[in-house]
């Protein structure tokens, strides 16, 4: 089972967070290497200054070169991978309420998710200095004693997403608004039911949509079609319990509700290449 991580149950001073809104940590507070994902309850935003890290975001790995910024909304499914020795970065996250108050300005929370699901690392070479200045004044906005420093970070945040994550022909493109809202939606569902149905239909029914136009909408949006997302989240979950448990391949073919091990093994293959007998091996 994927856990859920929630950074904000974490022990560091008012320094460090503005109430349960914003929480702001530095790589040794932030960054832990490990072979199971998680999925992430808060939407974060990671300026990495100096070195490299590889993070898995949505099954996706990543290899990120410092400068770069690195955006994911809550709900990913996120593993840090490896960090070079020299590695530094500063976590900015957001709690869900607090991020959607932020991304409902300007209709920026489903633009971004369209963004992010093909492009959640934004290169920043030549922009050094502009990082630095903002990592200085967003950790002075967070130390200080003020009413208004939520509101300021609500600004420095849509400052950061305006000017690196966002161009402006997304900005004027309202096309895909319907699309859209249907593949947050989708994404909800999936992340609660994907242990349960693999089957568009069963997504499509709870949207009271088509199972085609439900495709097509998520396409759309993510460039993908909705029954390979829902892949990933299955093919995630079974990762992470052949690679980090005990279980029987048996068991793990049960936890996901397939009617038998022959046709989990069949399904896992299809989409990875190899049996999860091979796959287990492997990560060995």
């Known amino acids: 089972m994927i856990n859920k991580r929630d950074y904000f149950d974490s022990v560091v001073g008012y320094d460090k ?108 070479d030549g922009q050094e200095n ?53 593949s947050d939606e989708f994404f909800a569902l999936v992340k609660k039911h994907y242990r349960y149905s693999r089957d568009v239909t069963y997504y499509a029914d709870l949207l009271c949509i088509t199972p085609k136009y439900l495709s097509q909408s998520v396409k759309d949006v993510t460039g993908r079609p909705a029954l390979n997302c829902i892949d990933d989240f299955v093919c995630a979950e079974a990762k992470t319990l052949l690679r980090t448990t005990s279980m029987s391949i048996d068991q793990v073919s049960d936890a996901l509700s397939f009617p038998n091990q022959s046709l989990f093994g069949k399904y896992f293959k299809r989409i990875t290449g190899m049996s999860p007998r091979m796959y287990r091996n492997s990560t060995k």
């Open 130 to 182: 502009v990082i630095a200045a903002f990592n200085l004044i967003l950790n002075a906005v967070v130390a200080q004693d003020s009413p208004y420093k939520i509101e300021t970070i609500k600004h420095l945040v849509l400052t950061v997403l305006y000017g690196f994550a966002m161009d402006g022909q997304q900005l004027l493109d309202r096309k895909k608004s319907r699309a859209e809202r249907i």
């Open 17 to 124: 967070r503005v109430l349960n809104d914003a929480l702001l940590l530095n790589f040794d507070e932030f960054w832990e290497t490990s072979e199971r994902p998680y999925f992430a309850e808060s939407t974060t935003i990671l300026f990495l200054t100096k070195g490299t890290i590889t993070v898995s975001i949505n099954s996706t790995e990543h290899e990120v070169v410092a400068p770069a910024m690195v955006v994911y909304l809550d709900g990913s499914i996120v593993r840090h991978v490896k960090a070079s020795e020299d590695a530094m970065l500063d976590a900015l996250m957001l709690s869900k309420p607090f991020s959607d108050e932020v991304l409902s300005d300007a209709n920026l929370g489903s633009q971004l998710r369209s963004r992010l699901s093909s492009t959640p690392v934004f290169p920043l």
